[in-house]
């Protein structure tokens, strides 16, 4: 009975990653495209002006969207229009990242990593008997060092998620000064 | 300012043909858009036509023009027409050297 019910968890896990995970990617591919169904032309310009920063919005946001009006208007509307108003905005994104915002970038991930699974996970993980260790640094030690593990993860972890933060908000603040 | 059209990189072709569509006269967006596909045969669309336009505008070949509502007109400046100029007679150069050569071999009529 349990392998049967193995194998059903293992057909539905198959099912999720196989098919419904690659329809919800593209389904919200799609919508941010402003493609979703449904969308009238409004919904989808506003969708499509999103793909640009704030920034570059308050300057041409208003004369792109003219375009796009009236671009769709004239029948124009078609998925290589969304591509290209997708790629020219991720573009003028990237120009915005800076050597700050991309540490401040690697310092929240790396934070996190060490705050959430490798912290409050791990500390939850290391009650439950017979927990494999897998990739849980503080599963593979023993004892006292465990908790040390676990702890100094969390506080580390939660200074650099904290650090990263207040980088990132200087960033934005600066920003707002010299615009 | 930088003088050359070039500089744009990948924008150097869109950028080439927006500042002939103002040679004409000034216009908006979409305008621009169709004279473009008009003159060139080429569709610049919305997200490629103002990755352009505002690199442009930030070289100095382009100066933006009161909003007609939400339109807002562009018209080329002196630096960027002499920045046409300039791509127009070296592209002017390629084309006769090529055609040219295509003729010596008499691929061409």
């Known amino acids: ?179 | 300012m930088a003088e050359h059209i070039d500089e744009l990189g990948r924008y150097s072709g869109p950028a080439t043909l927006i500042l002939s569509s103002l040679a004409e006269a000034p216009k908006h967006g979409y305008a621009l858009m169709q004279d473009v596909e008009a003159f060139a045969g080429v569709v610049l669309r919305p997200g490629t036509l103002y990755g352009a336009l505002t690199r442009l505008e930030k070289m100095g070949m382009v100066e933006a023009l009161p909003s007609d509502g939400r339109r807002r007109p562009y018209r080329i400046t002196g630096a960027g027409a002499a920045a046409l100029e300039a791509q127009l007679a070296s592209q002017r150069r390629v084309a006769d050297v090529g055609l040219r050569r295509l003729k010596a071999r008499g691929v061409l009529a």
């Open chain 1, 1 to 179: 009975m349990s392998r049967l019910r193995t194998a059903g968890w293992l057909l539905l896990e198959l099912i999720m990653w196989i098919v419904c995970f690659p329809i919800a990617l593209v389904l919200l591919i799609m919508r941010l495209l402003g493609r979703g169904r449904g969308e009238d032309a409004e919904a989808r310009v506003a969708s499509l002006l999103q793909w640009y920063p704030a920034s570059w919005r308050r300057r041409h946001g208003d004369e792109l969207e003219a375009l796009l009006h009236d671009a769709i208007a004239d029948g124009r509307d078609d998925l290589a229009l969304s591509l290209d108003v997708a790629r020219a905005g991720m573009g003028e994104r990237l120009s915005t990242v800076t050597a700050k915002r991309v540490s401040a970038g690697l310092m929240a991930g790396t934070g996190w990593t060490l705050f959430f699974p490798q912290g409050i996970v791990a500390s939850v993980l290391v009650m439950v008997d017979g927990m494999p260790p897998t990739w849980f640094v503080a599963l593979h030690l023993t004892g006292a060092a465990q908790w040390a593990a676990i702890t100094f993860n969390i506080l580390v972890g939660a200074a650099l998620v904290f650090a990263s933060m207040r980088m990132f908000a200087r960033d934005c603040a600066r920003r707002r000064r010299t615009a």
